[in-house]
């Protein structure tokens, strides 16, 4: 008879795992089915490679600006699978099982809403987490097929440089394999149909890369569309609107989509939407016992939203009570040199939201001192927020610069209500660090508010009658 498990979950990915180690420590008898590698996308061809390759390119490009001897691809490659290879020493099949996790690798399909086929094996669930994230986005392009196309899924595992790549796509894995492959010594060109890369991000912020990455030698053509594509002797060449460029590889970076298929969801009575596997506010299908995590349901796509989102699914599955999965804002990185950080509304979304009643700060990375003295000034920090409100009505932030991905977070709390501009510019930064420039722009965003337009008449009131006052 097949064992009954209190958590199925589906996909060993960063939600499938946070997934497995929360259930564990509550208590409850967990399976975990994986049809490929433990630590999906994240650990073998996302996140954990393209940080390591992005980490070497820059060592490389340090080396060549001070004319030594840059960085040989080889030697770049072992860094990204030394780090692929330390990071999943912790999350192998034994380790998890040694921990009290069931593990399974195969093919999983539903059998019935409370029985799945795990690579041959019949495993019957109480409840289940779908956590199988998502796959390559591969475009409709006449001879896309015929040709030898890279995805992220093969990218880190080349084993020579390619004297010229073509990158289909300015979103984030564009930009930053851009980057990094011009950095290792390639010929990098980059085609977006959008008119600036990095669509999603703020104007200012598309700029300021766009100008890093041309002085560095990568060519970006914006505003074109890709209509074909045809192998030319060893080469790709990519035919466009009207013209042609050519590489010796094709990278298709064109954005990514829930992987749903093969699951037998059918059998389950799961219901599948256009973007994914639908979930409530609980992160239930339409069979409440089935719970849908990360990116196969469609939403961010990110590893650490994954996760989060992976806790709330199995606290909703084990404990009593539902927890609302709603975030309240959002945050991500861009890993190019500089980083490119963002949460909550662009200044786009939140003009097209409250109109003219919204106002902009920039402080620019020239001011922050640390940035200064390192040799890193490119970059600033942008805040939107309301005007006219008591409260802060802060909406968004972004930076831009050195360590942007690390100095969002103060920017997070901010956003997210945890902590006010009142907060950010009244803690004692340690000076001179990069985090400077969260306190020096929350004081002058505070400034702009307590000493321009009708406060200004009230604060320099009060202050005349204190000084009055105290003779």
Same mark, same amino acid.
């Given at each position: 008879?097949?064992?009954?498990?209190?958590?199925?979950?589906?996909?060993?990915?960063?939600?499938?795992?946070?997934?497995?180690? $929360?259930?564990?420590?509550?208590?409850?008898?967990?399976?975990?089915?994986?049809?490929?590698?433990?630590?999906?996308?994240?650990?073998?061809?996302?996140?954990?490679?393209?940080?390591?390759?992005?980490?070497?390119?820059?060592?490389? *490009?340090?080396?060549?600006?001070?004319?030594?001897?840059?960085?040989?691809?080889?030697?770049?490659?072992?860094?990204?699978?030394?780090?692929?290879?330390?990071?999943?020493?912790?999350?192998?099949?034994?380790?998890?099982? *040694?921990?009290?996790?069931?593990?399974?690798?195969?093919?999983?399909?539903?059998?019935?809403?409370?029985?799945?086929?795990?690579?041959?094996?019949?495993?019957?669930?109480?409840?289940?987490?779908?956590?199988?994230?998502?796959?390559?986005?591969?475009?409709?392009?006449?001879?896309?097929?015929?040709?030898?196309?890279?995805?992220?899924?093969?990218?880190?595992?080349?084993?020579?440089?390619?004297?010229?790549?073509?990158?289909?796509?300015?979103?984030?894995?564009?930009?930053?394999?851009?980057?990094?492959?011009?950095?290792?010594?390639?010929?990098?060109?980059?085609?977006?149909?959008?008119?600036?890369?990095?669509?999603?991000?703020?104007?200012?912020?598309?700029?300021?890369?766009?100008?890093?990455?041309?002085?560095?030698?990568?060519?970006?053509?914006?505003?074109?569309?890709?209509?074909?594509?045809?192998?030319?002797?060893?080469?790709?060449?990519?035919?466009?609107?009207?013209?042609?460029?050519?590489?010796?590889?094709?990278?298709?970076?064109?954005?990514?989509?829930?992987?749903?298929?093969?699951?037998?969801?059918?059998?389950?009575?799961?219901?599948?939407?256009?973007?994914?596997?639908?979930?409530?506010? $609980?992160?239930?299908?339409?069979? *409440?016992?089935?719970?849908?995590?990360?990116?196969?349901?469609?939403?961010?796509?990110?590893? #650490?939203?994954?996760?989060w989102q992976a806790a709330i699914a199995v606290r909703n599955a084990l404990?009593?009570?539902?927890?609302?999965?709603?975030?309240?804002?959002?945050?991500?990185?861009?890993?190019?040199?500089?980083?490119?950080?963002?949460?909550?509304?662009?200044?786009?979304?939140?003009?097209?939201?409250?109109?003219?009643?919204?106002?902009? $700060?920039?402080?620019? $990375?020239?001011?922050?001192?640390?940035?200064?003295?390192?040799?890193?000034?490119?970059?600033?920090?942008?805040?939107?927020?309301?005007?006219?409100?008591?409260?802060?009505?802060?909406?968004?932030?972004?930076?831009?610069?050195?360590?942007?991905?690390?100095?969002? #977070?103060?920017?997070?709390?901010?956003?997210?209500?945890?902590?006010?501009?009142?907060?950010?510019?009244?803690?004692? *930064?340690?000076?001179?660090?990069?985090?400077?420039?969260?306190?020096?722009?929350?004081?002058?965003?505070?400034?702009?508010?307590?000493?321009?337009?009708?406060?200004?008449?009230?604060?320099?009131?009060?202050?005349?009658?204190y000084l009055r006052s105290a003779g």
């Open positions: 008879m097949a064992t009954v498990y209190d958590l199925l979950i589906i996909g060993a990915g960063s939600a499938g795992l946070e997934a497995a180690d $929360f259930a564990l420590r509550l208590g409850a008898k967990v399976a975990l089915v994986e049809k490929d590698r433990i630590g999906g996308g994240c650990t073998w061809s996302g996140c954990i490679p393209s940080k390591a390759l992005l980490a070497a390119a820059a060592t490389s *490009h340090t080396l060549k600006s001070a004319g030594a001897q840059p960085l040989a691809f080889s030697d770049a490659i072992a860094r990204v699978d030394s780090a692929r290879l330390n990071i999943s020493a912790g999350e192998t099949p034994d380790v998890l099982r *040694h921990k009290g996790v069931d593990v399974f690798i195969g093919a999983c399909q539903f059998l019935d809403p409370n029985t799945v086929d795990a690579g041959g094996e019949t495993l019957r669930g109480k409840r289940f987490l779908i956590a199988t994230g998502a796959v390559p986005s591969i475009p409709p392009l006449p001879g896309l097929d015929s040709v030898g196309y890279l995805t992220y899924l093969e990218l880190f595992d080349l084993k020579e440089l390619p004297d010229s790549l073509l990158i289909m796509g300015g979103g984030p894995i564009g930009i930053e394999m851009a980057q990094a492959f011009s950095r290792l010594g390639s010929r990098v060109t980059v085609v977006e149909m959008s008119d600036r890369i990095l669509p999603l991000e703020e104007p200012e912020a598309s700029s300021l890369i766009e100008e890093r990455l041309k002085a560095e030698g990568v060519t970006l053509l914006t505003g074109v569309r890709a209509e074909g594509v045809r192998a030319e002797g060893s080469g790709i060449t990519v035919r466009l609107e009207d013209a042609e460029v050519s590489g010796s590889a094709l990278l298709v970076a064109t954005g990514r989509r829930a992987d749903a298929s093969d699951l037998g969801l059918d059998a389950a009575g799961v219901s599948l939407e256009e973007r994914g596997i639908g979930v409530d506010k $609980f992160l239930r299908t339409n069979q *409440h016992h089935i719970f849908a995590a990360g990116d196969v349901t469609g939403s961010y796509q990110f590893t #650490h939203f994954a996760g404990l009593p009570g539902l927890k609302d999965a709603g975030v309240p804002v959002m945050a991500w990185a861009t890993y190019t040199d500089p980083e490119v950080a963002r949460v909550g509304m662009s200044e786009a979304q939140a003009r097209k939201e409250y109109g003219d009643s919204i106002e902009v $700060f920039m402080l620019p $990375f020239a001011k922050v001192d640390r940035a200064v003295l390192v040799g890193s000034p490119d970059g600033f920090v942008k805040v939107i927020r309301r005007k006219g409100l008591l409260r802060d009505g802060l909406l968004g932030a972004t930076v831009v610069g050195e360590r942007a991905g690390e100095l969002i #977070h103060e920017w997070v709390l901010a956003c997210g209500g945890k902590a006010g501009l009142g907060d950010l510019a009244g803690s004692v *930064h340690v000076y001179p660090t990069f985090s400077m420039a969260n306190q020096q722009a929350a004081i002058e965003i505070q400034a702009r508010r307590y000493l321009d337009g009708w406060r200004a008449s009230v604060v320099r009131g009060l202050i005349k009658a």
